[in-house]
């Protein structure tokens, strides 16, 4: 293979960065949202998604890694209070009818049932 060839061939193969904005333009609102709307499979894998991509707007709103451990009730939680409609705001509250973390994102994520 020429120098050319193997140029071209290590631009093609090369991994791409994404910024925030953009993996959030492309997976949430691109991806996430075509599974939702226009997909007619099941709802359940669906509402696993969402329960997933609301922790990741979560963690896109405060300064600690992706990664960080301990996080995912405040990214949750933070999500569906800054970004959601206001309506969402009681069931942040561990107290409320349904504390949404509880009983709608971890039993997805963790237990795959609703």
Request: proline share 2%; hydrophobic share 35%.
């Amino acid at each position: 293979m020429d120098n050319q060839q193997e140029s071209h061939s290590n631009e093609e193969n090369k991994i791409r960065t994404l910024t925030l904005v953009q993996s959030i333009r492309s997976f949430i609102l691109g991806e996430l949202r075509a599974l939702i709307y226009d997909h007619e499979g099941s709802h359940f894998i669906k509402f696993v998604n969402i329960a997933i991509a609301i922790e990741y707007l979560g963690a896109c709103l405060d300064e600690f890694p992706f990664n960080e451990e301990g996080k995912s009730e405040t990214r949750f939680n933070d999500a569906l209070k800054k970004l959601f409609n206001n309506k969402y705001k009681k069931f942040t509250k561990k107290d409320s009818d349904a504390y949404l973390f509880e009983e709608f994102r971890c039993c997805f994520v963790h237990q795959l049932r609703p």
